[in-house]
C-alpha cells in the first residue's frame, strides 16, 4: 500500500513531521519535506526544500506536480487563510490530512472520543470565542471542510501535545521554560489541582506512526481522529518521569503560588490554560486503532519516548561540536 507512493509533508521539518516521514520511509514511500529547518537527508527516497511556505510558494512547487497522499503541518489562524491553500492541495493529492489538534474539545466528555463536543460548539465565553487563536481556528476549518467539501479525500487529525528532543512540554511549560524555572525557584512548581487529572500527552513517535498509518484508506476519508496512544497518563505520572530522568524536583503547590511563579498563564496562555490543561484529557483511541490497523503493543511507553528522546538531543549536541 505505502511503497512507492511519494507524500509531501507541508512544514513537515518539525516535532511531528519528522515522525510522520520517518514512518512513511520505512515504509516503502518516497517523502518531500518542505520545512524551515536545515536539514540533510541521508536517504534517495526522502527530499528536503528550505522553504518559507506561502501559497505563492506551493501554486509554483506544485504546479506539474502530483502525490499520493499530502501532510499539511501549518496552523491557519483564519479559515480565509485556509481556503485557497485547500483548494489548491486537494487538486494536487489523492487523500489529504488536515492538522487539527485535540485542543478543540470541550470539557464534556471523559474520555474524550471524536464525536466529543468541541470548545467552539459550546462555549459561551465571548472574550475567548472573539480573540482565541488556535483551537477556534482548527475547528472552524473543520467545520469548513465538513460544510463546503464533504465527499472529498481529505482526513483531520487531532494530535495531542507530542514531545521530541525539538519540544518537551510538561503542563504548561517547554523546554527552556522548565530549566528557567528550576534554575531561578530550585524546584518546578505545578498546581496541586492538576497532580491527577489526565495528560494530553504522547511521544511525537507514536503519534506520527498513527498519522503516517491514517494515509491512502478511503474509509479515512472526510472523517477526524485523535491521535494518541492513550496511555492516559495522569499530569503527577508524567511530572514523575520528568524528575527521574531530567533530575529535577517538582513541587505541587496552590494555584495562586502557581501564577505568581508563572504569571504568564493570565495573559498570553490563558486559554490554553483555563480550556484545555484544566481538563483532564483521558483518551479513547479506539477509532483511530481501528483505522489504522495499529495496536497497543505498537506504541512506545512515554517513559521509554523520553528516553530516547534525551539520547537524540545528546546526540544532536554531539554532533554540533
Not at 537527508?41 to 502530483?66: I, M, P, Q, W
Not at 494536487?92 to 471523559?110: C, G, P, Q, W
Not at 479513547?284 to 497497543?296: Q, V
Request: hydrophobic share 40%; aromatic share 14%.
Amino acid at each position: 500500500m505505502y511503497k512507492n507512493k511519494k507524500v509531501l509533508l507541508i512544514a513537515g521539518g518539525g516535532t511531528l513531521g519528522t515522525y510522520v516521514g520517518r514512518e512513511l520511509l520505512e515504509k516503502g514511500a518516497y517523502v518531500d519535506v518542505i520545512c524551515l529547518e536545515d536539514r540533510v537527508s541521508d536517504c534517495e527516497r526522502l527530499t528536503f526544500y528550505k522553504e518559507n511556505v506561502s501559497l505563492a510558494f506551493l501554486t509554483s512547487f506544485l504546479d506539474g506536480r502530483h502525490y499520493d497522499g499530502i501532510v499539511n503541518f501549518i496552523h491557519y489562524k483564519t479559515v480565509e487563510e485556509y481556503k485557497p491553500v485547500h483548494e489548491l492541495l486537494i487538486g494536487k493529492t489523492d487523500h489529504l490530512i488536515f492538522l487539527s489538534s485535540y485542543r478543540v474539545y470541550a470539557n464534556e466528555e471523559v474520555p474524550v472520543t471524536e464525536k466529543a463536543p468541541r470548545l467552539l460548539d459550546v462555549t459561551a465565553d465571548t472574550e475567548f470565542l472573539a480573540v482565541e487563536d488556535y483551537a477556534l481556528p482548527k475547528a472552524r476549518c473543520e467545520d469548513f471542510l465538513n460544510e463546503f467539501h464533504k465527499g472529498e479525500h481529505w482526513t483531520v487529525v487531532r494530535p495531542v501535545i507530542s514531545f521530541s528532543h525539538r519540544r518537551f512540554d510538561l503542563f504548561v511549560y517547554s523546554d527552556n521554560e522548565i530549566g528557567e524555572q528550576v534554575e531561578k525557584y530550585g524546584a518546578l512548581r505545578l498546581p496541586a489541582w492538576a497532580q491527577e487529572l489526565v495528560a494530553g500527552i504522547d511521544w511525537a513517535g507514536n503519534s506520527g506512526k498513527l498519522i503516517a498509518n491514517l494515509l491512502f484508506k478511503p474509509q479515512t476519508y472526510g472523517e477526524a481522529y485523535t491521535v494518541s496512544s492513550a496511555q492516559n497518563l495522569t499530569w503527577r505520572e508524567v511530572a514523575d518521569i520528568y524528575n527521574r530522568l531530567f533530575g529535577f524536583r517538582v513541587e505541587w503547590c496552590s494555584e495562586e503560588d502557581f501564577i505568581a511563579v508563572y504569571p504568564c498563564v493570565t495573559t498570553y496562555k490563558k486559554w490554553l490554560y483555563l480550556y484545555d490543561r484544566k481538563y483532564s484529557r483521558r483518551i479513547d483511541n479506539r477509532k483511530i486503532l481501528a483505522a489504522t490497523g495499529l495496536t497497543d503493543a505498537d506504541f512506545t511507553p512515554i517513559e521509554a519516548g523520553l528516553r530516547i528522546e534525551l539520547a537524540n538531543r545528546d546526540a544532536e549536541k554531539m554532533e554540533s561540536k
